[in-house]
């Protein structure tokens, strides 16, 4: 079954950067596009960064400049880079694909900036 397994969130301070790791299993990894979302207290969940297949990256407006997507087809692992971290940034980071049209979940990790 398709599995996502976050990891490197914590406590940073503002201006500080963060590298988050999901490691996929299950599926095809290389054939799939692949996303990070973020949620924060009270929120909705929404889209961070993106990922093709061939390495193509797209990110919201909102998030252009200071997040990097990137992928690793031979260990089945998509990464996100962030800095210049600011408490806004504050949620927990889901990674999550799409396999036969239903679209799957990590159990999420937490980020949390603050000083």
């Known amino acids: 079954q398709v599995q996502l397994v976050e990891s490197g969130g914590g406590l940073v301070q503002p201006g500080g950067s963060l590298r988050l790791s999901c490691a996929a299993s299950?599926?095809?990894?290389?054939?799939?596009?692949m996303s990070w979302f973020r949620q924060a207290p009270g929120k909705e969940r929404e889209l961070v960064a993106t990922i093709g297949v061939s390495g193509t990256t797209n990110y919201p407006d909102s998030m252009k400049g200071r997040l990097a997507i990137s992928r690793d087809n031979a260990k089945n692992t998509v990464y996100l880079q962030m800095n210049s971290l600011k408490p806004e940034d504050t949620a927990v980071y889901y990674c999550s694909t799409k396999v036969w049209n239903i679209r799957y979940w990590g159990q999420g990790t937490q980020v949390t900036v603050s000083s």
């Open positions: 299950g599926f095809t990894f290389s054939n799939h596009a």
